[in-house]
């Protein structure tokens, strides 16, 4: 199984930044040349989001809306993902979740997901 917890989220005024983690526990096989990790969020009533995307090769896609703001990398040695999120907007509050899949930015089924940490942005 896969275990992943997010922490990072918190209340920012409109323009100011948050760094999202996402520590990442693995106890079950996971192919490297396969493994893709994600963020993705979510606000009451709405359909999940996709966030970045970021792949075994370190290539990464964002929704249109995060592009230029927000960088997801990752730190494989801490079993570490991470989203940098800058130049924030209201319309930015959700709740921001991490998750974990197979296959590449252009293809990939996410499977584990952590429980979500919340980012309050206020105008």
């Known amino acids: 199984q896969v275990q992943l917890v997010e922490s990072g989220g918190g209340s920012v005024q409109a323009g100011g930044s948050l760094r999202l983690s996402c520590r990442v526990s693995?106890?079950?096989?996971s192919r490297w040349s396969r493994r893709c990790m994600g963020w993705f969020r979510q606000t009451p009533g709405k359909?999940?989001?996709?966030?970045?995307?970021?792949?075994?090769?370190?290539?990464?896609r964002y929704a249109d809306s995060m592009k230029g703001r927000f960088t997801i990398s990752q730190d494989n040695a801490k079993n570490t993902l991470y989203l940098q999120m800058n130049s924030l907007k209201p319309e930015d509050t959700a709740m921001y979740y991490c998750?974990?899949?197979?296959?590449?930015?252009?293809?990939?089924?996410?499977?584990?997901w952590g429980q979500g940490t919340q980012v309050t942005v206020s105008s």
């Open positions: 359909e999940r989001e996709e966030v970045a995307v970021i792949d075994s090769d370190d290539r990464s």
């Open positions: 693995r106890y079950i096989y």
């Open positions: 998750a974990e899949g197979w296959g590449n930015i252009a293809t990939v089924d996410f499977r584990y």
